[in-house]
């Protein structure tokens, strides 16, 4: 039985009296780690010792941005974390008008949203996850739209991405295309549409 | 006791490690001319080596290979192999080392 391999010794073997410096690698999982080094020299009892690594604060990193093209259709967005339970919503103005999808992956697997997470993966190391907004309509506006995901931990920490949909393009027609006024001047409606200003020269 | 220490006197010093235990042992390589002073220390520190009284020195003919073993019984008692840590538990980190004492006497490793 050796230790682990996320701890590494400034040696592994000595002479007499001596200091032996130790160092753990980043370690992502929420609870900490232990391993045991055994001391262990000809004709004498080993000595073990043990060693600890505390866990990583309870953290969720999700991209910042996302893009969505102005015909629509889906985005998918990424993070890390090292949480029991993720939950997904939608904050602020949603002008793009997403519909929040009842599952998303967790460590590759499939979990509801909100629900505790299946082998709570974060306990010994940070998984991935991905959420993917599907159905979204194309952008008749010629602004850009944004609508803004929050993703919440199991003790409430958050971290957000700001989803952006490309302007879609303008467009002006006019019915009918044809009008015949009267001797007298009779006024004729025409019906404008467009989802940009205009004029009439 | 594992750190005797042997000192081939000729112009200089040869130091030689010896075995831990008695009989003392010495092998000495190469081609020293005679005759050859021996003598035994007892000590962990080399800047603080004690002479060992048992030793007087011992004149040596010239040795006619170029290795040659000595051996001799020392009448002081070797110190049992000891081998002690501390601290027992520590906590290591990324970003920063963690450190633990070893109080020995002989050769140890770590596994």
Redesign the interface.
Known sequence: MSYASWVSPNKVSGSGDDTVAWTGSPHTGRNSRTTTATFAASGVESKNLTIIQAGKSEFVEIDDTASVSKTGGTVTISGTSNSSKLTFSITGTDNIGLTLPATYLANSVSTNNGAAITGDPGATQQYNFSITFTGIAANTSVNSLTSQITVTTNNATTDTCTITQAAGDAYLTISPTTINLTAAGTAVNVSVSSNTSWTIS | M??FKAFFRRVGEIEISLSEKNPVSAKLTGMPQAPVSFSVYNG?IESSLIPVPFMQDAWLNRIGGITSTLTYTSDVTPVP?????EP???????D????????????????
């Open positions: 594992s750190d962990g192999d000891y081998l002690e840590i027992e538990v520590i906590w290591v980190y990324p920063y080392e963690s450190w633990n004492n070893v109080y020995s006497n002989t050769t140890w490793n770590i596994n």
